[in-house]
């Protein structure tokens, strides 16, 4: 009797020897069948099982048979009040965490007054200035029992700040808080732009972070190491995997150098990925990225707790892949996505509202995408067995495909020297251009079909979208120049002082910006204050 593959080439040959095979996002050659190891012993050797090394199948022994993914769906618009009411609306409706977007102002340092804030505050994300903003913004929530994500990077700091002083404000022990801050700014010199100060200097305060809380906030992430931003630029699934981790080993050799054991801090890490179209390059890739950050930190940097091997990642489904045209159609998208995300064994989990090529999510959209997550969770009978689709020879091959391809990009951006060195010379941001533009051009021509934008297109109403008020500003500026005249102003100027002072030595950042939001100081001064030391970042012309 024939081998399995020796049946299979023979299948091949007569079906499909005329058939140029299908290709993958990453370029990756797909099989017309695949067929089982014929060594089943030693394929499942290699496999491993659930919560294990390297763990391929899922980071932990249970996964949802324990309990389903936490459900942590992003908002946050106008101000404090106004996304309060949304966050309560969502936990009311079943939703698990909380995730914070605030708007660009905050996410890059402005105070509502300064003239860079003018036409965008409260626009993309909630405005918050102040600790009082804070305190506003999670009212009647407890800290120590509702985990609370905050997309936040190059202002990450400022904002822990908040939370710990907001924590003590409330009488909130501060090693009980749960959640984690962003605080991944090579992603946004990479791919998002959302940064303030200059690389180096930057990367001081991610690794301030990352040791405060190893020390003092246990149950804190301190770090999303980010590929979603990435994918929405443009990247593949294989360089999505590389770019993140080559990200990740910069920051973990950074604390390093600072003196901190990796086993120290390493079990905190968390990372964050895209959830895009096509459903089986994105589980091989989940599960690829957990294998190769499991010998990246045991080999490279000689780790030894199971815990510091462990990749815990959230997933957000592909808002680069949500079209304005035929927004109903977003919400399969968003389902098949979000389905990927689970079978790869994400940690928690965002569906994207369907809405979000026109506008905000509104009410309903944003009701609409957690219960597609609450269907998934309950309904579909994935969570019933851990790693429903290990073993599975197409998912096995996929796998093995993206880790290699992956493998292969960090060894050239090793090559330049680390991914710090890569990003300074364009490197990275020139792989996710090339990859965008040759995915622009097949879409333009047709190779790549995308449904209701250039095939199975109709002539649609427009749909309802949400806006934010634009008189918003005008009362955040009156909010912050009231908070101003209401704190002692000699306490604001000696802490401020502080925070310059602790910058220009080695010690850690993290106390001296509590003492001066405690003090009523504001984001926008704080970073005023360290810009005027650390500088601004200037995008270099690729």
Request: aromatic share 8%.
């Amino acid at each position: 009797m024939n081998s399995p593959e020796e049946q299979k080439a023979a299948y091949v040959r007569e079906h499909f020897a005329n058939t140029p095979p299908a290709k993958t996002t990453s370029g990756i050659s797909i099989d017309p069948v695949y067929v089982p190891a014929a060594d089943a012993a030693a394929q499942h050797a290699a496999l491993g099982v659930p919560g294990s090394f390297p763990f391929t199948r899922g980071p932990y022994p249970t996964m949802y048979r324990g309990k389903p993914w936490t459900m942590r769906q992003y908002a946050g618009f106008g101000d404090a009040g106004e996304t309060n009411a949304r966050f309560r609306k969502l936990l009311e409706r079943g939703q698990t965490g909380l995730s914070v977007a605030f708007d660009l102002p905050t996410q890059i340092g402005y105070d509502p007054d300064h003239e860079f804030a003018e036409g965008e505050v409260g626009k993309v994300g909630v405005s918050i200035a102040t600790l009082d903003d804070l305190d506003r913004l999670f009212d009647g929530i407890p800290l120590d029992r509702v985990s609370v994500s905050m997309t936040i990077n190059a202002t990450a700091t400022i904002l822990l700040a908040f939370t710990i002083a907001l924590a003590k404000r409330r009488g909130v022990a501060k090693d009980q808080l749960r959640g984690t801050v962003q605080n991944d700014i090579l992603k946004e010199y990479i791919a998002r732009g959302t940064y303030r100060f200059p690389i180096r200097p930057a990367m001081r305060l991610v690794t301030d972070l990352i040791g405060y809380c190893a020390t003092d906030l246990p149950r804190w992430n301190p770090i999303s190491i980010s590929g979603y931003h990435m994918r929405e630029a443009g990247c593949t699934a294989a360089q999505e995997i590389a770019f993140t981790l080559a990200n990740g080993c910069a920051y973990v050799q950074d604390v390093l150098d600072r003196g901190l054991d990796v086993d120290a801090f390493a079990p905190q890490l968390s990372f964050f990925f895209n959830a895009h179209n096509h459903f089986f390059e994105e589980i091989g890739k989940f599960r690829a990225a957990r294998r190769l950050w499991a010998s990246l930190m045991r080999d490279r940097f000689g780790a030894k707790k199971a815990e510091s091997m462990r990749l815990r990642f959230h997933t957000q489904t592909a808002g680069s892949t949500l079209t304005a045209q035929q927004p109903d159609n977003n919400v399969v998208r968003v389902s098949l996505q979000a389905l990927a995300a689970v079978l790869g064994g994400t940690q928690s989990l965002h569906t994207n509202s369907k809405d979000e090529a026109l506008g905000l999510p509104t009410e309903h959209a944003a009701t609409l995408a957690l219960r597609t997550q609450q269907i998934i969770a309950f309904e579909s009978g994935v969570t019933d067995t851990v790693d429903p689709l290990g073993g599975a020879p197409f998912v096995e091959a996929m796998t093995d495909a993206l880790e290699d391809a992956a493998r292969t990009y960090l060894k050239r951006i090793d090559a330049l020297g680390g991914a710090v060195p890569a990003i300074e010379q364009g490197f990275i941001q020139g792989e996710i251009h090339k990859a965008a533009y040759q995915h622009q051009l097949a879409v333009e021509k047709g190779d790549t079909i995308v449904v209701g934008v250039n095939k199975f297109t109709t002539d649609e109403p427009q749909a309802d979208i949400f806006r934010v008020k634009d008189t918003l500003r005008g009362t955040r500026i009156r909010e912050v120049e009231d908070a101003r005249k209401r704190r002692d102003a000699s306490a604001a100027k000696r802490t401020l002082e502080d925070v310059v002072r602790v910058a220009q030595s080695k010690q850690n950042l993290l106390p001296a910006l509590v003492a001066a939001v405690e003090a009523g100081v504001t984001l926008g001064e704080l970073c005023t204050a360290l810009e005027g030391l650390f500088g601004r970042y200037r995008a270099p012309v690729l």
